[in-house]
């Protein structure tokens, strides 16, 4: 159980599993440290004796003791600083007030609401050179508005002349020392406290209907349906890895810290309304995550390197989308707007996916990145190398750093056998959720129904391949062998139990394991010709997998199962695995241009020896080394009529020499074509100046 910590003038005591700057306690007694990024503190002072202390330039960390003990040593001044980066909330500030002998206060000790003057954030409070100790000190946290930062506390314990450490902890502004005692301050120790989260961790809905509800520390949500709304969160918002691959509601709530997403699938994160920084995405159960963004302002979506490996979907309106991870797959949804897109230089090898009705107003390419997917880009800036795009940018700025230039590669339509009729959409993905995110049937003639969707939405064949595997994990078998009847069905119906009509055709391959030996298990397969004469088999001893396989069956992308037990078997917990495959994939001659257009060369220079209209095309155009050209790839050659290139024949000539001074550029591009499919790229020319 998690305990908020108290927060009291003379007495300060920490509850249990209680983040304090860099460590957290806890009760357990073989408890260790652990590391995190909780905010922190660390601090130096001047000492007696000593001059600026620690020695060695250092900085004692939170919870440690700057100055000595049994010395009689006074401390003169102090510098107290935050720690831990990116987890300190922005705009936080630690401030600092002393009392030093002959001086006083150096500001009103007294007046909390406006600390405005105290010395802050690793600036020097007290004195050197004067011999005069410190007496008192009170420390506060504070928010970009100069208000007490909620969420979090800073705590202090003093030793001082005659009373040693006998104080006690104090918080949050409190004095911490003697004044008018002529009493000296000999050592000190700080730590930060963080409050306890409000943790979610049942389904329900939580907020108030109308107003706002302040919470003034962290929120977790930790399970699948919860709903959040009318909530000003003065912390970080967490959804938590128990939230697997479910769904979570944000209805207008705003959320002053980051937004950490470790949990959720693809039906997970609906962000309706309200106010955010940032929403860092780390590594998830699932391996998955959707984050559907409406009416929501201030939306920066981070995909952490922690989300390699990983799909990610976004829908909606997001200011900023950072993508930090290497070999992570980002797509977009329906009506998806995007300010800026930025692919850190880490981020290589990812695949970004923009849906046809996205629009992305600047994007920043720092890695060699695929863009994928016929959404608009009205702005590409291309800072790296082996950049390549399914849809040309409106506009394109490359780094002149840039030696391999980016490289439009466009999937082709393709019309349909026989004429006519509108051009096909590739199938760029898949993903197979279950209703309300089951995967078991835990009753007795109990269904399941799984969904397939296919992306793009307009994609032309959205046919579907289902793999299914049904794992009895609790069959009762009593004192006879028993029967396990699964029947499969992707009939269209609103529920699953009614769509087990006459049944359609499925094509698939299913799989029966971990079932009980020596229990007789029927399959009903969804074929009409063996519906009602269902194959069975027993299992004998030892043998524990037994495979079914019909070819009978029609793709659909409705699956819909229903278990049940006959003679004597009981069913009470079947869990069902399926996964689905789509046409992914181009056309052969689509990937045999894209695969040409990297052969070539992406520069050229033309040496100012060569004379107007002489052939210049095997400069321009040329394979890499250790390339071999595809003749049955034609080449087609732009501009027609360029600066200074031209075609004559299909061949590249010089048309002007660079006359003046500065080396002249034009970039040519080459066009391939094999049966209708065509691929481009673009080779930078540089012609010498004469």
């Given at each position: 159980m998690i305990f908020s910590t108290g927060v009291f003038?003379?007495?300060?005591?920490?509850?249990?599993?209680?983040?304090?700057?860099?460590?957290?306690?806890?009760?357990?007694?073989?408890?260790?440290?652990?590391?995190?990024?909780?905010?922190?503190?660390?601090?130096?002072?001047?000492?007696?004796?000593?001059?600026?202390?620690p020695t060695d330039g250092t900085w004692v960390q939170g919870d440690g003791q700057l100055g000595t003990t049994a010395q009689s040593k006074r401390i003169e001044g102090f510098n107290i600083e935050l720690t831990g980066g990116t987890a300190i909330p922005a705009g936080a500030s630690i401030r600092y007030n002393v009392h030093i002998e002959n001086e006083d206060w150096q500001n009103d000790p007294n007046n909390l609401t406006d600390t405005s003057n105290w010395k802050a954030n690793g600036a020097f409070a007290g004195s050197r050179a004067k011999s005069q100790r410190v007496e008192a000190i009170e420390i506060v946290l504070v928010g970009a508005d100069g208000k007490t930062l909620p969420g979090y506390s800073v705590q202090y314990l003093v030793h001082g002349e005659n009373y040693g450490w006998t104080h006690g902890w104090k918080a949050d502004g409190a004095i911490a020392g003697t004044t008018h005692q002529c009493l000296r301050l000999e050592a000190i120790e700080i730590k930060i406290v963080k409050d306890a989260p409000t943790a979610y961790n049942t389904a329900g809905t939580y907020g108030p209907q109308t107003g706002t509800e302040v919470v003034n520390h962290d929120v977790t949500v930790g399970a699948d349906g919860v709903t959040l709304q009318n909530l000003h969160i003065k912390g970080d918002l967490i959804i938590a890895k128990e939230?697997?691959?479910?769904?979570?509601?944000?209805?207008?709530?705003?959320?002053?810290?980051?937004?950490?997403?470790?949990?959720?699938?693809?039906?997970?994160?609906?962000?309706?309304?309200?106010?955010?920084?940032?929403?860092?995405?780390?590594?998830?159960?699932?391996?998955?995550?959707?984050?559907?963004?409406?009416?929501?302002?201030?939306l920066t979506v981070v995909i952490s390197e922690e989300t390699q490996g990983q799909d990610i979907i976004l829908e909606g309106?997001?200011?900023?989308?950072?993508?930090?991870?290497?070999?992570?797959?980002?797509?977009?949804?329906?009506?998806?707007?995007?300010?800026?897109?930025?692919?850190?230089?880490?981020?290589?090898?990812?695949?970004?996916?923009?849906?046809?009705?996205?629009?992305?107003?600047?994007?920043?390419?720092?890695?060699?990145?695929?863009?994928?997917g016929t959404g608009t880009i009205n702005q590409a800036d291309v800072n790296a190398n082996n950049v390549t795009f399914e849809q040309k940018p409106v506009k394109q700025t490359v780094e002149p750093d840039v030696t391999v230039p980016p490289v439009v590669i466009p999937v082709t339509p393709v019309t349909p056998p026989g004429g006519g009729g509108s051009p096909s959409v590739a199938v760029s993905g898949i993903t197979v959720t279950g209703t309300g995110s089951a995967t078991t049937i835990t009753t007795d003639n109990g269904t399941l129904q799984m969904l397939a969707a296919v992306l793009p939405t307009t994609a032309t064949d959205k046919s579907v391949t289902w793999t299914v595997t049904v794992k009895a994990t609790?069959?009762?078998?009593?004192?006879?062998?028993?029967?396990?009847?699964?029947?499969?069905?992707?009939?269209?119906?609103?529920?699953?139990?009614?769509?087990?009509?006459?049944?359609?055709?499925?094509?698939?391959?299913?799989?029966?394991?971990?079932?009980v030996a020596g229990t007789t298990y029927e399959w009903i397969i969804g074929n009409p010709a063996v519906w009602t004469a269902p194959n069975t088999f027993t299992l004998g001893a030892g043998v524990t997998t037994k495979d079914l396989t019909d070819t009978g069956f029609v793709n659909?992308?409705?699956?819909?199962?229903?278990?049940?037990?006959?003679?004597?078997?009981?069913?009470?917990?079947?869990?069902?695995?399926?996964?689905?495959?789509?046409?992914?994939?181009?056309?052969?001659?689509?990937?045999?241009?894209?695969?040409?257009?990297?052969?070539?060369?992406?520069?050229?220079?033309?040496?100012?020896?060569?004379?107007?209209?002489?052939?210049?095309?095997?400069?321009?155009?040329?394979?890499?080394s250790g390339q071999t050209a595809d003749g049955t790839i034609t080449i087609g050659r732009e501009p027609a009529d360029g600066t200074y290139l031209k075609v004559a024949s299909n061949v590249y000539v010089l048309k002007a020499q660079k006359t003046t001074a500065g080396d002249g550029t034009e970039n040519a591009v080459l066009t391939f074509t094999k049966n209708g499919k065509t691929a481009t790229a673009t080779v930078a020319v540089t012609v010498t100046a004469q």
């Open positions: 003038a003379a007495d300060v005591q920490v509850g249990a599993d209680t983040t304090i700057g860099n460590i957290v306690e806890t009760d357990a007694a073989t408890a260790t440290p652990t590391t995190t990024t909780a905010v922190g503190v660390e601090y130096r002072g001047h000492v007696q004796d000593y001059g600026d202390y939230v697997g691959s479910g769904t979570v509601n944000l209805n207008n709530v705003t959320v002053d810290g980051n937004t950490y997403v470790r949990g959720g699938g693809p039906n997970s994160i609906h962000i309706n309304g309200g106010s955010y920084n940032n929403i860092i995405v780390e590594k998830t159960a699932s391996g998955n995550v959707r984050i559907v963004a409406t009416d929501a302002t201030g309106t997001f200011d900023t989308v950072k993508i930090q991870a290497p070999d992570v797959k980002v797509s977009t949804q329906g009506n998806t707007a995007i300010k800026e897109l930025n692919i850190a230089a880490g981020a290589k090898d990812a695949e970004i996916t923009l849906d046809s009705k996205t629009t992305v107003q600047k994007a920043v390419l720092d890695a060699a990145v695929d863009m994928k609790s069959v009762s078998t009593g004192s006879v062998n028993g029967t396990l009847v699964v029947t499969l069905s992707n009939q269209v119906a609103t529920t699953p139990a009614a769509a087990f009509g006459t049944p359609t055709a499925l094509n698939n391959t299913v799989s029966l394991t971990g079932l659909g992308a409705k699956l819909n199962i229903r278990v049940k037990a006959n003679a004597g078997a009981a069913v009470s917990a079947v869990q069902v695995l399926t996964v689905a495959t789509a046409n992914i994939g181009m056309d052969a001659d689509q990937v045999a241009v894209n695969a040409e257009a990297l052969k070539y060369e992406t520069a050229a220079t033309i040496a100012k020896t060569v004379a107007v209209d002489e052939d210049v095309d095997a400069t321009v155009v040329k394979l890499k």
